[in-house]
């Protein structure tokens, strides 16, 4: 069913924003894994213990890069269910204090959807570039009856930076629990300290590793319960045998994205400058969201005026270009993007750019050239050039 | 932007309505047919299309145009331009 592969990577591929393709020491990584760590980790023998041992330097390694102990990692899936457990396991361990769960507007869709579904949900608003207002945060997770908060890192679609230490000390002084996700931030910035938190959230397919694995690490004497029936693996915190090849290519990537992040997020840093500024100056009316300076190295979100996203994707991918969009009816929803919105960015017309590890200056000239035209030649199918 | 719900009773000076049109439909409309009403004349877009209400007060702050009162399918804007 699958395309030869050089057909698939033909196009400048520009869609990183909510996944990196795997990296190659990610690959090699699971190779060697299936081959020697195949084992069921809670078994005795041999490749049994094999895998347990590549389990418990997994945990140590991933520990390091987000600044935790080995015990308090946890290998989940992907961000929706990591981020039910996370909500729904601080909302039973603080039942007794209240229901309310307190989260930015902008977070994940995963992560609102389980704040409404496991308690009260209170959005804290966010300005222009898409960051929280502090105090509002601040009186949010103050109120009576909070049984913890949800912020992210870094916004997924836009890239701005949060106060997170900020906003994890307003929670330490009203003794609620933060979940920090990490999911954006992880191997594009230092996560070793990333302030006051209780438990973090992270995705491998964000940052080149496997799809299938997640991570959530929970703070030690973090009031915390498995919020489904507990069994013998990962200390009952995540049920479920552990895939552990797909957990080795995990750290396999995070290492190897962790080693050069300096050099590799500084280039993305000024290619995605570029981008900011031709684009602003080359399309006309178009509307450049997120925070220009204190961002993730990757991320550009823009929006051009009277023209719909569908379009432009498709056009932008016929001309050999990979994006993604947050305009509705471009992704899988009729409706526009919730962050947008709640930055009262523009939201038709939206493309959102991720560059990739290997993104180079002359791909980057290569859409910068292209899109003006695709622009004004759907502006003008529209009437509205 | 601001926005407010004190409209003005009969003032509207134009009536668009794109109830059933798909964003950026709505937008493109009023952009198109905001010149035929004097400066301070309100501008009554009718759209039930989601994206109407972000994407309409994005509209008036890239174009220098009032968002005078949002509310689901009935928008009112005064032309400053």
Known sequence: MFPRVAEVMTPIFLDCSSGEPLVPEAREAWLVAVSAGWGDPQRLHRPGRLAAQALDAARSRVAAHVGARPDEVVFTGPLAPTAQAAVAGLALGRRRVGDVVVTSAIEHSAVLAAAAAYGQHVTVGVDRLGRIDLDAWTDAVSGPGVALACLQVANHEVGTLQPYEAAAEACRAAGVPLVLDATTAIGRIDTANLGGWSVLLGWAGAYGGPASVGLMVVRRGTRWRAPFPADDHQQGRWPGTVDVPAVWSAVAALDAVSKDRDVVGGRQHSLVDRLRREVGARVPEVDLAGDPVVRVPHLLTFSALYVDGETLTLELDRAGFAVASGSACSASSEHPSHVLAAMGALTHGNVRLGVSRTTTEAEVDAFLAVLPGVVHEIRGRLGAA | ?81
């Open chain 2, 1 to 81: 932007v601001s926005a407010s719900t004190d409209e003005p009773g009969d003032a509207v000076d134009l009536s668009l309505d794109c109830t059933g049109l798909r964003c950026p439909r709505p937008i493109i409309e009023i952009a198109r047919r905001i010149g035929v009403v004097p400066v301070g004349g309100l501008i009554e877009l009718l759209a039930d299309d989601p994206a109407t209400t972000p994407d309409l007060a994005a509209w008036c702050r890239m174009r220098g145009q009032e968002l005078v009162s949002s509310a689901a399918p009935r928008f009112l804007v005064r032309r400053l331009v």
